[in-house]
């Protein structure tokens, strides 16, 4: 019994310290209840941009798919989802990473990419070294040339 309870007490401290709770709402972010950020629709359900507090616009990300070659038991194609982020105003160029509209702004904060409410060029580098991954090349074929003598 001691056991368990220890187990529920260990399970609630980790999923509070390190789970944070994030809102998008009417134009707000929010981290666990206080407001972060900013955020526009560009095109609704797939591109949006990201401002501070200071509406200072700092990054747009758009979600991509892209067909993985295989097929469902119904015969309808698979697909893999990811985003693809652009850091505005800056010689950073677009990447792609996995993720969800909330792990983003989750790995914003994390690695320090907005402090004290300004965006950090230096932070937005290592972002990108830390984050980036090459979805869409996993599943980019060649050309097939098909000849009939």
């Not at 056991?3 to 134009?27: A, D, E, M, P, R």
């Not at 320090?112 to 074929?141: M, P």
């Amino acid at each position: 019994m001691k056991k368990l309870i220890l187990s529920i007490l260990f399970i609630s401290f980790l999923t509070l310290s390190f789970g944070q709770k994030v809102k998008f709402k009417k134009g707000n972010i929010k981290v666990d209840g206080i407001e972060w950020g900013l955020y526009e629709t560009i095109t609704f359900g797939s591109k949006y941009s990201y401002s501070t507090l200071g509406e200072e616009e700092y990054l747009v990300m758009s979600f991509e798919k892209v067909n993985t070659g295989e097929y469902w038991d119904n015969g309808k194609p698979k697909f893999d989802a990811y985003i693809v982020v652009k850091f505005l105003g800056t010689d950073i160029e677009k990447f792609e990473m996995d993720g969800t509209r909330k792990s983003l702004v989750r790995a914003l904060i994390k690695s320090d990419v907005i402090v004290d409410g300004k965006f950090n060029l230096e932070n937005a580098l290592k972002f990108k070294e830390k984050y980036e991954e090459s979805i869409s090349s996993k599943y980019t074929r060649g050309t097939t040339i098909i000849i009939n003598n």
